[in-house]
């Protein structure tokens, strides 16, 4: 099978710089001359639909975000990922529709026409292995984030720590970290011929890799 290891989301190589996440000063300091990643309800912002949208992290349209959520280091520059989704698009705005995938678009008043909130689905062929794996992990952890905002242990309300990578009880101090979901995903070759699906509910043309979830252990 031909270039069978370049796969969207793998082998980009990302610096993730783990070891800085608890340096608040260098967190500042690569957020003040890095990128952020604005997500809205789950999509990133895009440029033309087909790259990832970066902005300054003096941009207004990160007014009323998110904590800033550190992705790693891209060519030595610091690239974040911001949770906007409390903001709502004015009315008129195209509409987001439910089902596997939402083929539309948001834009910004605060931006220019050709950045939008796009679906990560109808994009991630197009974008840079490296592109890809910044949007999935921003993507990630912004839904973590908005799904874990209470302490498991005893209730009460937890904050991010760690540059995003942790989230610390307010009251009885318990760490938490995002999920892991044991998972599988396997391309299924025979010379050059590969064994891929769909499902039933998918845009017409789109098929996938066989994947599915396994028990631990």
């Known amino acids: ?119 990560l689905r109808g994009a991630m062929l197009l974008l840079t292995p490296r592109e890809a794996e910044l949007a999935a992990t921003g993507k990630a952890l912004v839904q973590w984030h908005r799904s874990h905002g209470y302490c498991s242990a005893c209730g009460a309300v937890s904050a991010p720590a760690m540059a995003g990578w942790q989230r610390v009880c307010t009251v009885c101090a318990a760490h938490h970290f995002p999920r892991t979901d044991p998972v599988v995903i396997m391309l299924v070759t025979h010379g050059n011929r590969a064994l891929i699906g769909r499902s039933p509910g998918w845009p017409e043309g789109m098929y996938s890799c066989l994947a599915g979830f396994v028990e631990p252990g």
């Open 1 to 119: 099978m031909r270039i069978a290891e370049t796969v969207t989301f793998g082998g980009s190589g990302l610096d993730r710089a783990a070891e800085l996440r608890g340096d608040p000063e260098r967190m500042a300091a690569l957020l003040a001359e890095g990128l952020v990643l604005p997500i809205w309800r789950g999509k990133p912002l895009m440029r033309d639909g087909a790259a990832l949208g970066w902005v300054a992290a003096d941009s207004p349209v990160l007014a009323g975000g998110g904590a800033p959520i550190f992705l790693g280091r891209n060519e030595g520059r610091g690239c974040f990922a911001v949770d906007i989704s409390d903001w709502s698009p004015e009315a008129g705005a195209e509409a987001v529709q439910a089902g596997f995938f939402d083929p539309s678009f948001q834009t910004h008043p605060a931006l220019p026409e050709s950045l939008a909130f796009g679906e």
